[in-house]
């Protein structure tokens, strides 16, 4: 009776053992190179989610979802347990549950691009006074911030990198900020090709890294083993190389 009792508990209890976690990797950035096809499901967010899954193995099943920034920020404010790509400590806090921060994935930067006919330089933001600046909705931009305050910028917000660049293109803003990693993408572009330049980088490099909220505190080092091997990885570092970018 005995032993027909303890082959039931292993029957019930051994599947869970097996069980696999299900793990969502929140995107909000939408340009590329972290979304070039979302249909397609091509990009560095999707190509990082792969990487990831190929070290971490079975243990853990991963899967990718987009939200914009304003409605990942609405979520991480109401605390739902959430793990962020290619965050910031200095983007995103939480002074009552700190959040957890994976090592670094690569370098990035926030520039200043405007037509090639522009003379200027942006390198003091002081420089802007008096400009329309394309930039991305729900995204903070210190220095600028202070500038749209004061009255002395016009920001003109949009969903996308593809749709500032429209608009420089067409005149409708002066400059627009963009993270460098998307530039190096949009400049290799025909239909931008030699059209637009990089005018200023007034703001230091940043690291982007996973944010991970208090909830998967017992993954955290699971992520950093698994990132830490990135290097490593042929299809990781060919899909960098694509994109013109390096591993930290």
Partial sequence: MVAKLLLLCCWLFLPQLWATTNLTLYGYHSSP???????AETGLNYDLVRALQLQLGGQYQLQYKFLPRHQLNARLDAGEPTIVLWANPAW??????????????FSDRDVFVSHREFSGDLTQLDNLAGSTLGAIRGYSYPGVNELVQQRRVTRLDAESDKENLARLLERNVDHVVI??????????????????????????AYKRQLLLTQDYQSLLSAF???IEELPKQEFWTARLELYGLKSQ
């Fill in 33 to 39: 190179p972290f979304v070039i096809n979302a249909e």
């Fill in 92 to 105: 995103f806090t939480n002074k009552v549950r700190p959040y957890l921060w994976s090592t670094v994935l």
């Fill in 179 to 204: 993270t460098r990693s998307s530039f190096l993408y949009y400049g290799r572009q025909q239909h931008y090709l030699g059209k637009l330049r990089i005018v200023g980088e007034p703001y230091p």
């Fill in 224 to 226: 950093d083993k698994a």
